[in-house]
């Protein structure tokens, strides 16, 4: 007896349409790293987030310290290795126009400046114009004392 849906038909879509779909979406997903954030780095950035997480569930002091601890440690280390890595870089430069292509490369691409001005300007346009039928806000004045009276105030109280 054949079951109904597993008659022999060609399949359409092969293993290696799947591998290559999956290399795709993973090749997006990767992030443009520091060259410096290394394995030591993402160790360390995880054990951060697990007493973080710690401190969330328990909200005790030692689980804070703790967290507050490791969140020092992980600002100095990376701090040191970008430090590492950038003196290390200099150095390795024998002339400015190969230092400044170890640069260039590592600063926002003009595109990329550009689309967030646009963004912006977009941003703001859209504000102006909803905001253009508006009436003006109603300030009223309050009696306040001046700063310069109240700081006065205080040096003679000393």
Known sequence: M???GLCCRPVSVTWVDCIQTAEDIVKQRQRRRAPWH??????IKAKTRRLKKIFRQKRTDDAKA?????FSLQRSTFQRL??????????G???SRTLWRKFDNSLIQPST???IAMYFSTKIDAIRSTTATASPPVITARPVQPLLDFIEQLLTMK
Do not use: L
């Open 66 to 70: 703790a967290w507050r601890a490791q």
């Open 93 to 95: 430069c024998p002339d």
């Open 2 to 4: 054949r079951k109904r």
């Open 38 to 43: 290394n394995a030591d780095c993402r160790a």
């Open 82 to 91: 970008h430090a590492e890595y950038w003196s290390a870089v200099t150095r």
């Open 113 to 115: 400046q550009t689309v």
